[in-house]
């Protein structure tokens, strides 16, 4: 394992004798202004538990804006901590030299942090500073890289129609996508939006039907409300919920019954429920399996 900024803060700490007695974990995730990032958050979690193997007291403090009612830089106590440590990210901007004001009475401490200008005020202002990059130290490996993580979730590409005007006062497409978008926010999944469209001039969108095909085959589910949608996700063996976006039932459902494909949900219904029990199908061996069959046709 490498020794990562944690493992040598803690080093010196034991060395310097200053153990702390109770530790806040902040960085750019607890700023409301701030970002929570993938690596942020993984950081703090590799720091967390180093935390804890050493058996120090800690808490973390939690933009409101990533999560609400969590502790806060605004709800904390600084009076209850002797030491504050900043995990990740730049040590640049008035955010980051707020902290020393609030948290004068406490040992400051950085690991794993870029350092861009040294004597910017929010460098100066921390006691000790373990970097990841940009001092006369080695680079050291971030700290996400090792850091602990659960089981992965399922992949789920999200395929909206947008238009469709064709179908007039029959649309409710604005209506059915906040629902699913709506849904999907609080599923445990990694959501990639994506579109049929094809162009060759924008990166964000496929050239040709292979690539739209291979991204199809990446994903564990596909949820759309375009024929198309449905259509290409079977023909690759992706399991999908279509809704149809259209009072009444238009192309998706047509397409669906054509197949004999049953995670099919009308314009009036996408209600949580019933989202959940064909999202539990699909991702279930017999959701698979039907999906599977669909490809071979």
């Not at 933009?63 to 600084?78: C, H, N, Q, Y």
Request: glycine share 10%; proline share 7%.
């Amino acid at each position: 394992m490498h020794d990562d900024a944690t493992t040598a803060l803690l080093h010196t700490l034991r060395a310097s004798g200053q153990w702390p007695r109770r530790l806040l974990l902040t960085g750019w995730f607890s700023f409301l202004d701030g970002e929570a990032t993938a690596g942020d958050v993984l950081a703090r979690q590799q720091v967390s538990a180093a935390l804890a193997r050493a058996g120090i007291r800690h808490d973390t403090a939690w933009s409101p804006g990533f999560r609400p009612g969590a502790l806060s830089l605004d709800t904390v106590e600084p009076a209850e901590y002797d030491t504050l440590l900043f995990v990740c990210g730049p040590l640049h901007g008035p955010q980051v030299a707020a902290l020393h004001a609030r948290f004068r009475t406490c040992r400051r401490l950085a690991a794993g942090v870029s350092v861009v200008d040294p004597a910017d005020p929010a460098v100066t202002g921390f006691h000790q500073i373990v970097a990841r990059d940009g001092t006369a130290a080695p680079a050291r490996p971030d700290l996400a890289a090792g850091a602990p993580a659960g089981p992965l979730p399922p992949v789920a590409g999200v395929i909206l129609s947008h238009g469709q005007g064709e179908y007039g006062v029959r649309r409710r497409h604005e209506d059915v996508n906040a629902r699913i978008t709506g849904w999907l926010a609080g599923k445990d999944c990694a959501r990639v939006p994506a579109d049929t469209r094809l162009a060759t001039g924008d990166w964000r969108l496929c050239a040709t039907p292979e690539q739209f095909l291979a991204l199809m085959t990446r994903f564990d589910v596909v949820v759309t409300t375009r024929l198309h949608g449905l259509v290409l996700a079977l023909r690759t063996g992706t399991p999908v919920i279509a809704v149809d976006p259209v009072a009444g039932g238009a192309k998706v459902s047509a397409q669906a019954r054509a197949v004999g494909w049953p995670a099919l949900v009308d314009a009036g219904a996408p209600t949580e429920e019933i989202l959940d029990h064909w999202w539990q199908w699909a991702l279930s061996e017999s959701g698979r399996m039907a999906a599977a069959c669909h490809s071979m046709r």
